[in-house]
């Protein structure tokens, strides 16, 4: 059995156990969720946060300030998941816990609407999918994550959203609605195309290729997403062939970006990824002895090897999809629409006149030299 089993032993607070301040009806206090149909196997932990933007600690080295975790624990069930040690501080455990016993902040929408009101509130980027995927089953349960966009579309207040999940795109039409009030990031982390990998390192995610249609259908959309190929896995997803696979198709779905991330194994996670490797590939450890020596990272000269193989696809590539993107958006502004603007007004939105214009006078292969103006 992982972890512990009663409720009790949460640090969280939980709904049932909160007498004041409560944001829902007690009609939904005074039970633990077991999962049914679609969520058997699962349980859910309703807790009220005091607080649900979090500030990165300032020695972190993350390029944001500011998060939004509505839940703890994922179903998505990575083994590398750099999350999972999170769960013990709850009181549960690191391995099937984490993957089954969802805490869910039941007041993150209500919370957030009263922090973004806040005279203290600065409206700085806020970054989803930094501990827990903000898209994971939960969420088809609970909504938060597309309340939370709703909320941060409304005060225009800019964010970005990582996650591995196919269900960001039940939010497309909201997403669209908040890149025009304010900056929004998407990207859909995509580690390997290969199935077997992928079914053994992420068996809660949607598969492979299932992302890279969501990554095509949201910039289809005219929302700019990219991907991260995260994390490579030692002698798993890290030959030669299946990066350029995986790049090559992620440039052919029209990701704006593609970033290679090597896997690092910080204590807590290490322990769990190396446990489950030793089951499922043992003939993997020695490499992984040699990889991790030093502590939690990999030599620099194994990120620099992937990045530079990601860069070689990435060159030629990106530039060919970065010229279909903008024919697709002329042959789109072009068309006739209710306002002469488009189909639904939104191209004319994603293509500025002027830059409309500096593509039309181009030729049909534009130079490396108009491509960068663009
Ligand atoms: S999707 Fe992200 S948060 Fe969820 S288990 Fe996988 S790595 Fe962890």
């Not at 600065?122 to 995927?133: R, S």
């Not at 002698?235 to 896997?263: H, I, N």
Request: charged fraction near 25%.
């Amino acid at each position: 059995m992982d972890g512990h089993e009663e409720a009790g032993q949460l640090r969280w607070r939980l709904v049932e156990q909160e007498e004041s301040g409560m944001l829902f009806p007690v009609s939904a206090l005074g039970e633990r969720h077991v999962g049914t149909g679609e969520y058997r196997g699962m349980e859910f932990f309703h807790v009220n946060a005091r607080a649900i933007v979090n500030k990165v600690p300032a020695v972190s080295k993350m390029p944001f300030e500011y998060t939004i975790n509505a839940y703890r624990g994922c179903s998505h069930a990575c083994t590398y998941c750099f999350a999972r040690p999170t769960h013990s501080y709850l009181g549960l455990g690191a391995g099937e816990d984490f993957e089954r016993k969802i805490v869910v902040k039941v007041n993150a929408v209500e919370r957030l609407r009263r922090e973004l009101r806040s005279p203290r509130w600065q409206g700085d980027h806020i970054a989803m999918g930094t501990n827990t995927d903000p898209y994971q089953k939960a969420e088809g349960k609970y909504h938060l994550t597309q309340g939370i966009v709703r909320v941060l579309a409304e005060a225009g207040n800019p964010f970005s959203i990582l996650t591995k999940s196919t269900l960001v795109l039940r939010d497309t039409a909201l997403l669209v609605e908040a890149a025009t009030r304010t900056r929004v990031s998407l990207s859909l982390s995509i580690g390997t195309l290969d199935r077997e990998v992928w079914r053994l390192s992420e068996p809660g995610t949607p598969p492979p290729d299932k992302r890279l249609e969501a990554v095509a259908k949201l910039n289809e959309a005219g929302l700019r997403c990219g991907v991260l190929i995260a994390p490579v896995l030692p002698g798993l997803s890290d030959s030669e062939d299946q990066l350029r696979a995986v790049t090559k198709a992620c440039l052919e779905a029209g990701a704006v970006s593609v970033t290679p991330v090597a896997l690092h194994l910080r204590p807590g996670v290490r322990e769990h990824y190396l446990q489950w490797l030793g089951n499922a590939r043992p003939e993997l450890m020695a490499l992984h002895t040699e990889r991790f020596q030093r502590g939690s990272y990999q030599p620099a000269a194994e990120q620099h090897r992937i990045s530079e193989i990601v860069r070689s696809v990435e060159r030629p590539v990106s530039r060919r999809a970065r010229w279909r993107r903008v024919e697709r958006r002329v042959r789109a502004s072009e068309a006739p629409g209710p306002s002469g603007s488009g189909p639904s007004g939104q191209s004319s939105r994603t293509l500025p006149d002027k830059r409309r214009v500096r593509v039309e006078a181009l030729q049909l292969r534009p130079s490396t030299e108009q491509l960068r103006l663009l």
